[in-house]
Nanobody, 123 residues
Framework: QVQLVESGGGLVQAGGSLRLSCAAS????????MGWFRQAPGLEREFVAT???????YYADSVKGRFTISRDNAKNTVYLQMNSLKPEDTAVYYC?????????????????WGQGTRVTVSS
C-alpha cells in the first residue's frame, strides 16, 4: 500500500514563502508522476502542479511563476516551493501519486493521496 506523508504547512504572511514536502513509500516512486492539489474552505479540490518521473512539470495558471514542484527520486520525496504567497492560496494541500507516468492534472488520474497539510496565508 502506498503511503504519502505531507509536511511543511503553516501560517505565513502574504508575500512569504513555504516549502511543502511529501514522503512516499510503498511502490517504485520514480516510476510515477506526482502531484499537488489543494482545497480551500467551501470549495472543491483543485489541481496545483504535477511532475513526471524525469521532472517535466505542469502548473495551474493560478500558481505559475510562483510555485515550483520538484522531486528527489533517491529520497522518494516530492516538494512544492511556494513563493509570493497570497491569501487566496490558503487551503489544505494534498500530495498525490498518479496511476502512471504522464501529465496528470485531474483527481481521477491519481490513486493514492496524503492526508493533507494546512497552509494559511494572512493578509
Amino acid at each position: 500500500q502506498v503511503q504519502l506523508v505531507e509536511s511543511g504547512g503553516g501560517l505565513v504572511q502574504a508575500g512569504g514563502s513555504l516549502r511543502l514536502s511529501c514522503a512516499a513509500s510503498g511502490r517504485t516512486f520514480s516510476s510515477y508522476a506526482m502531484g499537488w492539489f489543494r482545497q480551500a474552505p467551501g470549495l472543491e479540490r483543485e489541481f496545483v502542479a504535477t511532475i513526471r518521473s524525469r521532472s517535466r512539470t505542469y502548473y495551474a495558471d493560478s500558481v505559475k511563476g510562483r510555485f515550483t514542484i520538484s522531486r528527489d527520486n533517491a529520497k522518494n520525496t516530492v516538494y512544492l516551493q511556494m513563493n509570493s504567497l497570497k491569501p487566496e492560496d490558503t487551503a489544505v494541500y494534498y500530495c498525490a501519486s498518479a496511476r502512471s507516468d504522464y501529465f496528470a492534472y485531474k483527481d481521477y488520474d491519481y490513486d493514492f493521496w496524503g492526508q493533507g497539510t494546512r497552509v494559511t496565508v494572512s493578509s
